[in-house]
């Protein structure tokens, strides 16, 4: 910088601040300033405008090196108790006159350390600190960890705060993992202070690179009667594995975690995982206790993927139909005198709908039941505009109408269960049963249809169906019983609707499970709160004495039931059920109602936290299963499940919804005319 006619002023006494050391006093005319020795920057120096603006530049000069910054701002005097930030123009520098205050978002900090700097006077700098601030929003929010890379990200972070040293790509990962071991031990030790039972649902997730993941799950509802959700696992699933070594590592996860003997129920996403590696789970299980009600609760499977392997079968069975109608909306929106002409019709036909064609996105099954159930309501539209031009449409037969018309109907209902399902904030296990029996009562209509096409479909939709309603219908029953608005009685109305003449025996079996699963708690052999309540080990009980008076326990609930004393079951289920209205809440009416039913109430709560659909909401109407992110699937397996379990700890924290870190569907895109 060239500075005629210019003259360097000696510093007078009087200018003792230190930032004056990175700066010459030059007067020009009768104008002093102040020029950086770093970046030749001129400022004011007239004694006026005091030093504020100088320290500031230092702060924001990307020149100067760091190497005194800790002398030059332990020299600032705290002005207020709250921090500022200047407002500077990006082009000249000035400051203005507008302080910003800052909003601080406080994680849970780690002890500081004991050399700290002091800026602005009433906020301490604290590097370690900072950089676990920093691997924590990666993990809330998904970032990825080259972020810290970013030549923006660089030049945000150093005029925010230039004391601070960015970490490396890898200094980074081993951040988040030891804020990932950090919240394991936390989240741990909530689990084990339970005195219920627990749940766990097994997801399979995919990934851009043909890789599979595991995903483990733990449902439970808490002491004040909250429902709760943890990632517990999520590893990578080799594809040389047998399903032996699939067990085996579903064995040792929940080995880990000290629940494999406090398990109530596990819940697989996929109707199709093998028997075989339940089975082994389950012999494991039972080796050290028997599982609850000798096992018929703990295998259940996701009633939403269900109710999608039903809707599969019925789209496979119309696909043929599903196309010829795509190709004739093409034609129709292919030009706006091919619409007009179209338009006409329908309004000489008598059609007079609000409902414009659109064409579906194939890979959203409900938007396809809305292109059908649109295109039905113009179908005498379609016939007069074939009978004008044969050669413009790919024609449909009246046979093909009624397929269309009644395959629509069944998806309607699907679409109707799968909202409900997934759209229920608290999800507990009550719910499924009627909507379920609904499927299974229209099903068995179905099967009993004269055409061909209808009862050839709906056999093949009651096969899978009835799979699933063979392991999970007396876990099904059971949760909408503990229902006070349902107790027995809804069993009693839809059995006869699907059994008929045996329904009674059915009906019986239910009633003979919910009342062994009663005499399991009231005796406490099996029970998750004589194990594991207040003072007790959570060591994982495997060298815990044995019982001596468990025979006592069976026998005074033996002698007491000879003596005709109420159980908890009996009293609840004799006394009138709950009115049904839309503001009931479950979980208030158990908590109100745990001193009547002590024994019933800890029964009810392990069973209403049975995870009966396992897919998330934004995932319930789209063909496929949950897929990672492109940038995660390329990360260390290890680093993968840190950062999903992280995720998914600190959320929980914070209670605020984020989405998934999968790839979330695509809007429903509609055409419209």
């Known amino acids: 910088m060239e500075l005629s006619n210019e003259i360097v002023v000696k510093k007078p006494k009087r200018l003792t601040s230190v930032v004056w050391n990175h700066f010459e006093r030059v007067k020009k005319a009768d104008i002093c300033y102040a020029v950086c020795i770093h970046c030749s920057k001129r400022l004011s120096g007239s004694s006026n405008s005091g030093t504020t603006h100088l320290r500031n530049h230092l702060m924001r000069c990307l020149k100067r090196s760091n190497y005194d910054v ?107 993992i030891a804020i990932y071991e950090k919240e394991k031990q936390k989240v741990y030790e909530t689990i084990n202070r339970l005195r219920g039972r627990i749940s766990v649902a097994v997801d399979v997730w995919n990934s851009p690179e043909s890789a599979r993941y595991l995903c483990l799950t733990a449902h439970y509802i808490d002491e004040d009667w909250n429902l709760q959700k943890k990632t517990l696992n999520f590893f990578m699933i080799d594809a040389a594995h047998t399903e032996d070594i699939h067990s085996e590592v579903a064995i040792k996860c929940l080995m880990d975690w000290d629940i494999e003997r406090r398990l109530f129920c596990m819940t697989f996403s996929d109707l199709s995982t093998s028997d075989d590696i339940v089975s082994r789970i389950k012999d494991h299980l039972s080796q050290n206790r028997p599982l609850l009600s000798n096992g018929r609760l703990f295998d259940v499977r996701c009633a939403t993927h269900v109710i999608s392997l039903l809707v599969e079968d019925a789209m496979d069975a119309l696909r043929e139909v599903i196309n010829k109608i795509r190709k004739s909306i093409r034609y129709i929106k292919s030009s706006q005198t091919m619409q007009g002409k179209f338009n006409e019709i329908a309004q000489q036909v008598g059609i007079d709908n609000e409902k414009n064609l659109f064409l579906d996105c194939p890979t959203r099954w409900n938007s396809t039941c809305v292109m059908l159930e649109t295109v039905l309501a113009y179908r005498a539209a379609f016939s007069l505009l074939q009978e004008q031009d044969p050669s413009c449409l790919v024609s449909l037969s009246e046979e093909e109408w009624e397929w269309a018309s009644s395959v629509t109907g069944y998806l309607k209902l699907f679409v109707e269960i799968t909202t409900v399902f997934t759209g229920n904030k608290n999800p507990t296990a009550n719910i499924y049963f009627p909507d379920i029996c609904d499927v299974h009562v229209q099903l068995i209509e179905w099967c009993k249809s004269s055409d061909k096409f209808i009862n050839a479909m709906a056999f093949k939709m009651k096969d899978k169906f009835d799979n699933y309603w063979k392991k999970c219908c007396l876990s099904l029953a059971i949760a909408a019983i503990l229902d ?110 745990t001193p009547r039913y002590p024994i019933l109430s800890m029964m009810a709560r392990d069973v209403l936290g049975v995870p009966m659909s396992t897919i998330a909401p934004e995932l319930a109407f789209k063909n496929g299963g949950r897929i990672l992110d492109q940038y995660r699937s390329s990360l260390n397996p290890d680093t993968v499940q840190a950062l999903v379990c992280t995720q998914d700890w600190l959320r929980k924290e914070l209670e605020e919804p984020y989405p998934a870190p999968c790839q979330t569907a695509l809007p429903l895109h509609i055409e419209a005319s």
């Open 70 to 176: 800790s002398q030059l701002l332990a020299k600032r005097r705290k002005k207020d108790n709250t921090a500022t930030i200047p407002t500077y123009n990006f082009d000249d520098g000035q400051q203005k006159d507008e302080h910003i205050p800052i909003a601080t978002i406080k994680f849970e900090q780690e002890p500081k350390r004991e050399e700290t700097i002091t800026i602005a006077g009433s906020t301490a700098f604290d590097q370690e600190r900072s950089q676990l601030d920093l691997a924590r929003m990666i993990i809330l929010h998904g970032y990825p960890l080259s972020m810290v890379e970013h030549v923006g990200f660089k030049v945000f972070v150093k005029n925010l705060q230039p004391l601070f040293d960015i970490a490396t790509n890898s200094a980074l990962e081993l951040d988040c």
């Open 484 to 593: 006070p608005r349902f107790k027995m009685k809804l069993v009693e109305y839809y059995y006869p609707q699907i059994f008929g003449n045996s329904a009674q025996d059915h009906i019986k079996e239910v009633s003979d499970t919910i009342k062994e699963l009663f005499d399991e708690y009231s005796i406490g052999l099996t029970s998750a709160s004589i194990d594991h309540g207040p003072g007790s080990s959570t060591g994982g009980g495997h060298n815990e004495p044995r019982d001596r008076l468990k025979g006592f326990d069976q026998f005074l609930h033996e002698t007491s039931q000879s003596q005709s004393v109420i159980s908890d079951l009996d009293k609840y289920l004799e006394e009138p059920v709950f009115p049904r209205n839309c503001d009931f809440n479950i979980f208030s009416w158990w908590k109100v109602h």
